[in-house]
C-alpha cells in the first residue's frame, strides 16, 4: 500500500493552534497518517480519497473548535480572577504576604521588637481609656429602656438645682400625669446590725414605684407596695451585693429581719445582680444604696414647705412623649403647684421655684463626659504620634528595598499587588503590638480604675466586653493602615531610575519633605498635648490655692449616727454628743472639739429664713442659707476667722436665747456695709416662723460645696437649741447624725484609736463611719481635676518623647544617608562647626513648623476643655509661652546628637564610601 | 481545574474514550487504536474529534494529563499521555449504567437474547 504523503499532512496539521502542534506534532502526524491508512484499508483504493476528505473535515473543525474552546477557557480564568476570585486563591496570596513579611521581620528583630513594644504601648493604653469610655458613657443604664428615664429637679432663682421637697414632690406625683410613673428617693446612712458584724450601710428611702419606674423588678421576693409605704410598714428590699456579703446567696433570707438603727425590717426582696441606684455622679443622693426601704413622708415632712429640698425624682416618659416636652411640662407644673399649695407669706418663694427634666443619662455621666473624652482624645494622639514614628520608620526601611520593588513592578505585579504586600508588614506589626496591648489593656484599666476618682460613676461596670474587642480590632487596622500606607504608596510610586545600572538609593528631596512632614506633624499634635496639659496642670494648681476657709491641716473628722433603739428621745442624744465633746476635749494632744451636722466641701442644704425687720432693698432676694447645725466647739476647731461679735459657746443652751452666727457672704448680702450683730432672723415664713435667733457673730466664708463652686450664704445655729422634736426624729435623722472634728496638735491619724476608744467607752456597740482627715477630704474632693491633670500630663510628656525621638530619628537617617555628601564638602574646606549648624537648623525648621502648627490647633481646640478649667483661660498665654520654649529646648536637644555625629565624619571614609 | 459540570449523557465518543482509558494510561493514537478495537471497527475517532474531546474532558475534569512513563511504547515523538480521573470513572460508570438499562429493556422486549 502506498503511503500518504507526510508532507501534504504536516501541511494540514498547521491548521492547528500553535499550543498543539508545538507539543503534539508528531503524534498528530502519527494518528493522521494512521487514520488514512485504516480507511484505506477499510474501504480500498476508494477509501483514500474519502479518507483525505474525511481528515481535512476534521482538521478544519478541529482547528476551528479548539480554538472556540481555548477563548472560552480564557474568558472563564479571566472572570473567575476579576469577579470570583476563588476564595483559596485569594487567602493563599494573603498568607503567602503575610509569611514573607513574617521573613523580614525576623531578620530585623530590633526594628520589630522596637515597633511592636511601641504599638503594645500606645494600643494598650489606648484600650485602656476606652474601656473606661465605653463603661461610662457608651453602655446603656442597667434599667428598662434608659432613654426613657428623667431626672426631676427644682432651682430656686439662680439657686439650684435641688431635688424636690416633701410636699412639692406629693403636689406633683399627684398631678403629674404627663409621666408613665414617677418615684422619690432619698440616701441616708444607717447601722444595720442583726447579721454579724454590724456595719453602717447606706440605705435609699423610696417611693413604691421606684422599681416601677426604673423597670426592674427584685430577683427575689417581691418590691415593696403602696401600702408599705403609706403606712411605714419596716419592709426592706437588699441589693444583690448585700444579700451576697451578709447572706451568702441565700434565698431564705428574704422573710428574715435586719436591724436598721437597731429598728427590726422585714426583708421582702432581694435585687438583681448589676442593678445599681442610685448612681454615683448625680449631684445629690448619688450613693449606690445597700437597702432599700419606703421612703414613708411624715406628717412633718409634709408641711415643710420651702425647706429641705433634698428628694431625688426620677420619672419615665409616656411613650411618645419627649424631653423638651417634659421640661416644659415640670418647668409649668412645679411653679403652678408652688402658687397654689405655698402659703401665701411665702409667695416670693413661690414665685422663685422652677422645676426642670432632664435625661437620667445626662445626670448620671454628663459631668463626666468631657473629662473622660478629654483624656481619650489625649491617649489617641499619642497613638497618632507612634504611628507617625513607626510610619517613618517603616519607610526608612522599605527604601533600603526599593531596587526589590521596581524589580518585581517590572515583572508584572501591579501595583495593588505590592501595597497589598507591603501593608502585610505593618498589619503583621500591628497585629502582635495589639495582642499584647489588649493584655496590657486589661492591666491598664484596673490601674485607670484604681485611680480614678470615686465619685465617677459606673466604675464597677468597667471591664471588657465584645464592644471593646471590636473596638481593638478596629483599632489594629487603622494603626496598619496609619503605618504601612504612607510607606506602601511612597515605595510602589512609578519612577524610572530604580533600576539603572549602578543607580543608588538616596533621600531625594521628596522623601525629605516626606520625614519632615511626619516629624512637623508629631511635634504639633505633642504641642497641642502639652497645652492640653500645661492648662489642667495650672488650673489643678489655681484651685488647690483656692482658700477653703478653715484650716485643712491636723483635723481629724468622724461620722457617728445614733439609733432610735437605745437614744429614743432627745434627751439621751443631747446626753451623749455632750458627754462625748468633753470627752474628746479632753484627750491629750485635742486643742478643739465640735461636732456639726455637715461638714465643708460636702452637699449642701437649703433652708428658707425670715429677716425681722428687714430693708425694702432684699425683700426680693431668695431667702434660703445653709443651716449648719454645731455642737462644742466647731467652729474654732475647723479655723473659721471670726470677723464680727463672737463664736458660739458654751452659753448657748438650750435654755438661752436662740442665736445664730452668718458668714460673711450672708451678712454681706442682706445687710451690706450694715453690722448685723443683734439683728434677729427665724426659720420659716414671714407669717409661720420659728422661733427669733439674735445673729452673735459673723464668721468668714468657707467652701461649703467643691472648690470650684459659688459660696452661699451660711447659718451656724447652736444644736443644744434645737427643738427636741427635730432631735429626736429618726425618720430622716439628721440631728442624730453628726460629724465630728477635732483640731490637734498631733497628726490627726495619731488620734484615731484613742477617740475610737473614748466613743467604746459611751456606747461599745456603736460603729464608727468615716474617719479621715480634712486633708483627706479636701484631696477626694479635687480627685477629678487630678486625675484629669494626670492623665493629660502623661500622655503630653510621652508624645514629646515619641516627637523628639522621632526629629532625632530623621537627624539620624538624614546625616546617615548623606555622609558621602558630608565628606566631599569637608574635603572641599567646610568647617565642623558649619556642618554641625546645617544639621541643627534643618531640624530647628522642622521644629519650627510643627511648633507653629500645633500652638495654633491648640489656639482653636483649647475651648473644649473650658468646662474643665478652674481660674483660667483655655488660651492663657503663659501656657502656650512655656509650651513653645519646653518644645524649643527638646527639639534642640534632639537635634544636637545626629548633629554631633556629624561633627566626627572621617571625610576620607566617607569619600571611600561615595 | 474542572470549570464546568460534564453534561449528561455522555457523547458516545466521550464514553469510548474513558474506557479505554479506565484500565491503563494511554496516549492519543492508543485510545484511537483502542476504541477502534473494542468497537470493532464501528467508532472510528479521527485526530481532530479525538484531541478535541481529550480537551474538554480535561476541562471538565474527568481525564488529566500526566507525563509518559518510561516504558510507554511511542509512535513518533513523545505524545502526551491521559489518565482517567474518579469523576471520569464515576461518569463512565454512570453511563455504562444508563446503557446498562436500555440493553435490560431490549431483553425484556425479546429483542435481545438473555
Redesign the interface.
Known amino acids: 500500500m502506498p503511503r500518504p504523503s507526510s508532507a501534504f499532512v504536516r501541511l494540514l496539521l498547521r491548521a492547528?493552534p500553535r499550543h498543539?502542534r508545538v507539543?503534539?506534532?508528531?503524534?498528530?502526524?502519527?494518528?493522521?497518517i494512521?487514520?488514512l491508512a485504516?480507511?484505506r484499508a477499510?474501504l480500498g483504493r476508494l477509501g483514500v480519497p474519502y479518507a483525505w476528505r474525511?481528515?481535512i473535515a476534521?482538521?478544519?473543525?478541529?482547528?476551528i473548535?479548539?480554538r472556540v474552546?481555548e477563548r472560552r477557557?480564557r474568558r472563564?480564568a479571566w472572570h473567575h480572577s476579576q469577579h470570583s476570585a476563588p476564595k483559596e486563591i485569594l487567602m493563599t496570596r494573603i498568607w503567602q504576604d503575610v509569611k514573607y513579611a513574617a521573613r523580614l521581620l525576623q531578620r530585623a528583630p530590633v526594628f520589630s521588637l522596637v515597633v511592636i513594644a511601641t504599638l503594645a504601648v500606645t494600643i494598650g493604653a489606648t484600650t485602656a481609656v476606652f474601656t473606661v469610655v465605653n463603661g461610662v458613657l457608651l453602655r446603656a443604664l442597667p434599667y428598662r429602656d434608659p432613654t426613657r428615664l428623667v431626672l426631676l429637679q427644682e432651682a430656686i432663682g439662680e439657686m439650684g438645682p435641688w431635688g424636690f421637697s416633701a410636699p412639692d414632690y406629693l403636689a406633683f406625683e399627684a398631678r403629674a400625669g404627663l409621666f408613665e410613673s414617677i418615684a422619690a428617693f432619698r440616701n441616708r446612712e444607717y447601722e444595720l446590725s442583726g447579721v454579724e458584724p454590724p456595719e453602717r450601710v447606706i440605705v435609699t428611702r423610696a417611693s413604691a414605684t421606684l422599681f416601677e419606674t426604673l423597670g426592674v423588678r427584685p430577683a427575689l421576693g417581691r418590691p415593696f407596695t403602696r401600702e408599705d409605704d403609706e403606712s411605714a410598714r419596716p419592709v426592706a428590699v437588699l441589693s444583690d451585693a448585700l444579700w451576697t456579703r451578709k447572706f451568702a446567696r441565700d434565698p431564705a433570707a428574704v422573710g428574715r429581719a435586719i436591724l436598721l438603727d437597731r429598728q427590726p425590717f422585714t426583708i421582702v426582696g432581694v435585687m438583681p445582680n448589676g442593678f445599681i441606684f442610685p448612681q454615683r455622679g448625680l449631684l445629690i443622693n448619688n450613693v449606690p444604696a445597700d437597702v432599700y426601704v419606703p421612703i414613708a413622708f411624715t406628717p412633718s415632712d409634709r408641711r415643710g414647705f420651702g425647706s429641705m429640698y433634698a428628694n431625688g425624682v426620677v420619672a419615665r416618659l409616656k411613650p411618645g412623649g419627649t424631653v423638651t416636652q417634659a421640661n416644659v411640662d415640670t418647668r409649668a407644673l412645679v411653679q403652678a403647684n408652688a402658687r397654689e399649695i405655698y402659703p401665701a407669706a411665702l409667695s416670693g418663694l413661690a414665685a422663685a421655684v422652677s422645676g426642670s427634666a432632664t435625661p437620667l443619662t445626662d445626670e448620671v455621666i454628663g459631668r463626666s463626659r468631657t473629662l473622660l473624652w478629654v483624656v481619650f482624645a489625649a491617649v489617641g494622639c499619642v497613638l497618632l504620634i507612634a504611628c507617625a514614628d513607626i510610619a517613618s520608620l517603616i519607610l526608612a526601611r522599605a527604601m533600603a528595598r526599593e531596587r526589590e520593588i521596581a524589580v518585581r513592578s517590572a515583572l508584572g505585579a501591579g501595583r495593588g499587588r505590592l501595597i497589598r504586600q507591603l501593608l502585610a508588614e505593618s498589619a503583621l506589626l500591628a497585629s502582635i503590638g495589639s495582642v499584647l496591648g489588649l493584655l496590657l489593656a486589661v492591666w491598664l484599666s484596673r490601674a485607670l480604675v484604681a485611680l480614678a476618682p470615686s465619685t465617677l460613676p459606673r466604675l464597677h461596670e468597667i471591664g471588657l466586653d465584645a464592644r471593646v474587642l471590636l473596638f481593638t480590632a478596629a483599632l489594629t487596622v487603622v494603626t496598619a493602615l496609619l503605618c504601612g500606607m504612607l510607606p506602601a504608596l511612597e515605595l510602589t510610586r512609578p519612577r524610572g531610575s530604580a533600576l539603572k545600572d549602578g543607580s543608588r538609593t538616596s533621600t531625594g528631596r521628596r522623601e525629605r519633605r516626606i520625614f519632615g512632614t511626619l516629624v512637623a506633624a508629631q511635634l504639633a499634635i505633642a504641642v497641642v498635648l502639652l497645652v492640653g496639659g500645661g492648662l489642667l496642670l495650672r488650673s489643678f494648681s489655681k484651685l488647690m490655692a483656692v482658700d477653703t476657709g478653715f484650716r485643712v491641716e491636723r483635723l481629724l473628722t468622724l461620722g457617728i449616727s445614733l439609733p432610735a433603739q437605745g437614744y429614743r428621745d432627745a434627751a439621751s442624744v443631747r446626753g451623749f454628743y455632750s458627754r462625748l465633746l468633753d470627752d474628746l476635749s479632753q484627750v491629750p494632744g485635742v486643742s478643739a472639739a465640735g461636732a456639726s451636722t455637715g461638714l465643708p466641701l460636702g452637699v449642701r442644704d437649703l433652708r428658707v429664713f425670715t429677716i425681722e425687720q428687714e430693708s425694702p432693698a432684699t425683700r426680693e432676694l431668695p431667702h434660703s442659707a445653709d443651716p449648719e447645725y454645731v455642737a462644742g466647739r466647731y467652729v474654732e476647731a475647723l479655723g473659721i476667722p471670726l470677723k464680727r461679735g463672737r463664736y458660739l459657746g458654751a452659753e448657748d443652751a438650750a435654755a438661752s436665747e436662740p442665736v445664730a452666727v452668718i458668714n460673711e457672704t450672708m451678712a454681706r448680702r442682706f445687710w451690706g456695709t450694715s453690722d448685723p450683730i443683734g439683728q434677729r432672723i427665724a426659720w420659716g415664713l414671714e407669717s409661720q416662723h420659728g422661733p427669733w435667733m439674735r445673729i452673735v457673730g459673723v464668721v468668714g466664708d468657707v467652701k461649703q460645696g467643691a472648690l470650684n463652686t459659688e459660696t452661699i450664704s451660711q447659718t451656724y445655729v447652736p444644736w443644744m437649741q434645737v427643738s427636741d422634736g427635730m432631735i429626736a426624729d429618726n425618720v430622716v435623722g439628721i440631728m442624730r447624725s453628726l460629724r465630728v472634728a477635732l483640731r490637734g496638735e498631733v497628726e490627726p491619724t495619731a488620734l484615731t484609736d484613742t477617740v475610737r476608744a473614748r466613743i467604746r467607752a459611751i456606747d461599745f456597740a456603736l460603729p464608727v463611719t468615716s474617719v479621715q482627715t480634712m486633708s483627706e477630704i479636701v484631696k477626694r474632693s479635687t480627685a477629678v481635676p487630678r486625675f484629669n491633670a494626670l492623665l493629660v500630663s502623661l500622655f503630653a510628656v510621652l508624645a514629646l518623647l515619641l516627637a523628639a525621638i522621632g526629629i532625632a530619628g530623621m537627624l539620624a537617617m538624614s546625616v546617615s544617608r548623606r555622609m558621602p555628601e558630608l565628606g566631599i564638602r569637608m574635603a572641599l574646606g567646610a568647617q565642623r562647626q558649619t556642618l554641625f549648624a546645617m544639621v541643627i537648623r534643618q531640624g530647628m525648621i522642622t521644629a519650627a513648623a510643627g511648633l507653629a502648627t500645633g500652638l495654633l490647633s491648640a489656639w482653636l481646640v483649647s475651648r473644649v476643655l473650658s468646662s474643665l478649667l478652674f481660674g483660667i483661660s483655655p488660651r492663657d498665654p503663659m501656657t502656650f509661652a512655656t509650651v513653645a520654649g519646653l518644645l524649643g529646648v527638646v527639639a534642640l536637644v534632639a537635634c544636637a546628637l545626629p548633629a554631633w555625629s556629624v561633627t566626627r565624619v572621617d571625610p576620607l571614609k566617607a569619600l571611600r564610601a561615595e | 481545574m474542572p470549570t464546568t459540570k460534564p453534561p449528561a449523557p455522555l457523547e458516545p465518543h466521550w464514553f469510548q474514550i474513558l474506557l479505554a482509558l479506565a484500565d491503563r494510561d494511554l496516549h492519543g493514537l492508543a485510545i484511537m487504536h483502542d476504541v477502534l478495537e473494542r468497537t470493532g471497527g464501528r467508532m472510528r475517532l479521527w485526530p481532530g474529534m479525538l484531541y478535541r474531546a481529550l480537551g474538554r474532558l480535561a476541562d471538565i475534569g474527568l481525564v488529566t494529563e500526566i507525563e509518559p512513563p518510561d516504558d510507554a511504547p511511542i509512535a513518533g515523538g513523545r505524545p502526551r499521555f491521559f489518565r482517567i480521573t474518579t469523576a471520569g470513572r464515576r461518569a463512565c460508570a454512570a453511563e455504562a449504567e444508563r446503557l446498562a438499562g436500555f440493553v435490560a429493556v431490549a431483553r425484556r422486549k425479546k429483542l435481545l437474547r438473555a
Open positions: 492547528y498543539l507539543r503534539e506534532r508528531d503524534a498528530l502526524e502519527a494518528a493522521c494512521a487514520c485504516r480507511e477499510r474525511r481528515l476534521d482538521t478544519i473543525t478541529a482547528a473548535l479548539l474552546d477557557r472563564l
